[in-house]
């Protein structure tokens, strides 16, 4: 593979303020690729993102955007196309989660995680897909959990809309062959202010649970990312790669 094999490319990365996401949009950027770094409430995170990136040489903008609104969406990319290029690469990793009691679980909060976890997805994938097709090359990338596999009674909601995008992978894959390759990354428990914030018995328990024995960095993650963009993973399409440590 090149040195710096996104070159004179354009990235989106959903959710790239913190996290998995930031490294995601680090990585890119350092790969040579031009990179929007799309965030919905944190302004300061994404601002700091584009800030690294710019100390290191590269090229990034900051976007604000609620993925699960489709104006927003179309704001967005109209943004990007303007300030960027035409997006070659996206990486939808913008999600929430929570765990909570199937009894404190309400229908409005399902629908919630749904918006934003499967509707963000597909809103900001057909706006880039047909651009994409048009000009024989794009790269997606999805970002799903390691709870799509593994039982999480506490997380029904959270759970059930990653097992949808590793759906929503593999339908598109099919569908958007062959100059559009679509592929998804499931990590597992990752170093984010997600699992900083998380109580340290379930973290310690997770990562006792986990062969590696402890939980993976977001660059780990990301250079799973970078792999299913690239060439070196040129056919490979549809599938999920479980960044877990072992645990599925």
Not at 121 to 130: E, G, I, S, Y
């Amino acid at each position: 593979m090149t040195e710096r094999p996104f070159e004179g490319r354009t990235a989106l990365v959903t959710g790239g303020a913190r996290g998995i996401g930031r490294a995601v949009c680090r990585m890119l950027a350092a790969e040579g690729a031009r990179v929007a770094v799309n965030f919905q409430r944190q302004a300061a995170a994404a601002a700091e993102t584009v800030q690294m990136i710019e100390a290191s040489g590269g090229k990034a903008i900051a976007i604000q955007a609620d993925v699960s609104n489709a104006e927003d969406v179309e704001r967005m990319m109209a943004t990007v196309r303007r300030e960027l290029g035409p997006v070659d690469l996206l990486v939808n990793n913008a999600g929430i989660a929570e765990s909570k009691p199937h009894t404190a679980l309400s229908f409005a909060r399902w629908r919630e995680m749904f918006a934003v976890n499967v509707d963000g997805p597909f809103l900001v994938t057909w706006a880039v897909k047909d651009e994409m097709i048009e000009r024989r090359f794009g790269r997606i990338v999805n970002v799903s959990s390691l709870a799509a596999r593994i039982l999480k009674p506490e997380m029904i909601d959270y759970a059930t809309t990653k097992a949808a995008v590793i759906a929503f992978t593999r339908h598109c894959a099919a569908a958007l062959a062959p100059h559009v390759r679509v592929n998804c990354v499931a990590p597992g428990l990752t170093n984010t202010d997600l699992a900083q914030g998380a109580n340290p018995s379930a973290v310690a328990g997770l990562i006792a649970a986990t062969p590696l024995g402890r939980m993976a960095e977001p660059a780990e993650i990301a250079r799973v990312v970078r792999f299913l963009l690239s060439e070196e993973s040129s056919f490979v399409t549809g599938q999920t790669i479980f960044a877990c440590g072992g645990r599925a």
